[in-house]
């Protein structure tokens, strides 16, 4: 079974097993969302969203009910939805026993996503980064695919880009693709990831990322010929 890595492990063997079991990965998920990952400009619109789905499920819970409990079940029901439709359900589960997905589904999709990415006028940055990032190369059939894309400056793209990552993100959960998505307020939050594997660059209007990695960038002509290129 794929082992998950923490940046915390505590000493207790007993704690460690139950961290990296199918249940204690999907509870750990469902705390904290991917949240320390995300940047200011993600973050905001997903408390924001967590918080209006609360008030719309207090408002329609029972007059009996508005109390400590009811506001801790509404609470739960929030955190829930949120992780169920912006979140990241199938690439934690990647770490259960049974888990298994077809690669060539999932270069399916990256054929797919690149091109409805690149349909959008106002979407000035995305790739594909970590090990499916090299030439689009899918690894095995616990492979997940990590999509970023970058805000662009103004109100009206942090409204776009964050509706975008709710979508992309629901309609992965009913196709059961393991999509690791987020959107970065600056290109160099890539600086973080590792620097020895490549980028499938999906849209790069300015060059500010192929700029910034040059040495990374997939040099195959297109999207669709990369995704297509399958080790399994």
Same mark, same amino acid.
């Given at each position: 079974?794929? !082992? ?13 097993? #139950?961290?990296?079991?199918?249940? @204690?990965?999907?509870?750990?998920? $469902?705390?904290?969302? %991917? ?18 789905? #609360? ?8 007059? *009996?009910?508005?109390?400590?409990? %009811? ?6 029901? #929030?955190? &829930?939805?949120? $992780? ?5 359900? $199938? ?6 026993? /049974? ?8 270069? *399916?999709?990256?054929?797919? &996503? ?7 006028? $106002? ?6 980064? @970590?090990?499916?990032?090299? /030439? ?17 400056? @103004? ?49 790069? !209007? !300015?060059?500010?990322? #192929? ?19 399958? *080790? &399994?």
């Amino acid at each position: 079974m794929k !082992k998950k890595n923490f940046s915390y492990l505590p000493q207790q063997p007993w704690m460690r097993s #139950a961290m990296q079991s199918c249940a @204690g990965l999907l509870a750990i998920n $469902w705390v904290f969302q %991917g949240m320390r990952g995300m940047q200011s400009k993600e973050l905001s619109f997903r408390l924001m969203l967590e918080a209006l789905l #609360a008030a719309v499920a207090y408002a329609a819970v029972p007059a *009996d009910w508005n109390n400590s409990f %009811g506001l801790l079940f509404v609470l739960f029901i #929030a955190h &829930t939805l949120n $992780w169920l439709f912006n979140g990241h359900v $199938w690439v934690c589960a990647r770490y259960c026993a /049974a888990y298994r997905r077809n690669p060539s589904a999932l270069s *399916d999709y990256i054929d797919r &996503t690149s091109a409805r990415l690149q349909s959008l006028s $106002w979407l000035e940055e995305a790739a594909v980064i @970590g090990s499916v990032g090299d /030439a689009g190369r899918i690894r095995s059939e616990r492979s997940d695919i990590d999509l970023r894309l970058i805000f662009s400056p @103004g109100i009206v793209n942090w409204l776009r880009v964050n509706m975008l990552l709710l979508r992309l993100r629901t309609a992965a959960l009913f196709q059961v693709i393991p999509l690791d998505l987020y959107a970065y307020n600056f290109v160099n939050a890539l600086d973080r990831f590792r620097q020895d594997e490549g980028i499938l660059l999906i849209q790069d !209007k !300015k060059g500010r990322i #192929a700029k910034r990695y040059g040495q990374r960038v997939a040099k195959e002509a297109s999207c669709e010929s990369q995704s297509k290129v399958l *080790d &399994t």
